[in-house]
């Protein structure tokens, strides 16, 4: 098993453009979540799935938009890059919503 | 907003010693977690416990549970090199799909 991917490893982004954060699992768990983790910081939840065609917002939305189509796959679209979207983000997966897999992240640089 | 404080931030012992990290947090849980985190990759589950226990084991790991104070600690005997990491706590309460985390405890272990 692979577990959970993330791709892709580092982007640079210009103010005002978008892009999407790819992310899958392998381990057929219903719930997914995608975290930014900023210095000196805490994970703080973005968005998060339950399963398939259930989304919900975390703690900081503004600016994301998720999707969960599919088990596997569950993407994060910036819609207009700012210099605050700066971080690195995590995509994990779970079963029943407790022991938490964790992908190797994404750096996002926004200029 | 953050639920859970680690404490303290930074740690640095020798190897061999012990090492203890604290965290404190707000509300009511349904479970408390710690994690691992290795410079620059993503986070690893390391044990998680319910809030009707009050310790549990594992390896070298200890951790207790105090829920009159709200607080747990994470205990890891016979420290070695590869400890060396950031740990973070993380909350989950009645839903378990939402984990609140901790600003994490940066631990180093001199060789």
């Known amino acids: 098993n692979a577990g959970v991917t993330q791709t892709p490893k580092f982007q640079v982004l210009k103010t005002g453009q978008s892009m999407t954060l790819q992310c899958a699992q392998d381990?057929?768990?219903?719930?997914m979540s995608w975290y930014r983790q900023d210095p000196g910081m805490g994970l703080r939840l973005i968005h998060y799935s339950v399963g398939a065609g259930i989304t919900d917002q975390g703690e900081v939305p503004n600016g994301y938009n998720v999707s969960r189509s599919t088990t596997e796959d569950f993407p994060l679209r910036l819609l207009s890059a700012a210099p605050s979207q700066t971080s690195v983000y995590f995509c994990?997966?779970?079963?029943?919503?407790?022991?938490?897999?964790f992908g190797p992240g994404t750096r996002l640089l926004v200029l | 907003s953050q639920q859970g404080e680690e404490d303290p931030q930074a740690l640095s012992i020798q190897e061999g010693e012990n090492a203890t990290m604290n965290c404190s947090y707000k509300t009511s849980i349904n479970n408390l977690q710690w994690y691992r985190q290795n410079s620059g990759r993503g986070l690893v589950h390391l044990i998680l416990i319910r809030s009707n226990e009050r310790e549990k084991h594992s390896g070298r790991l200890r951790v207790t549970l105090d829920t009159s104070k709200k607080s747990s600690s994470l205990l890891i005997t016979a420290s070695r090199a590869a400890d060396t990491a950031s740990y973070f706590c993380a909350t989950a309460r009645d839903s378990n799909y939402q984990l609140i985390w901790g600003a994490g405890t940066k631990l180093i272990i001199k060789p």
């Open positions: 381990m057929n768990h219903e719930y």
């Open positions: 994990a997966s779970s079963f029943r919503g407790e022991t938490q897999y």
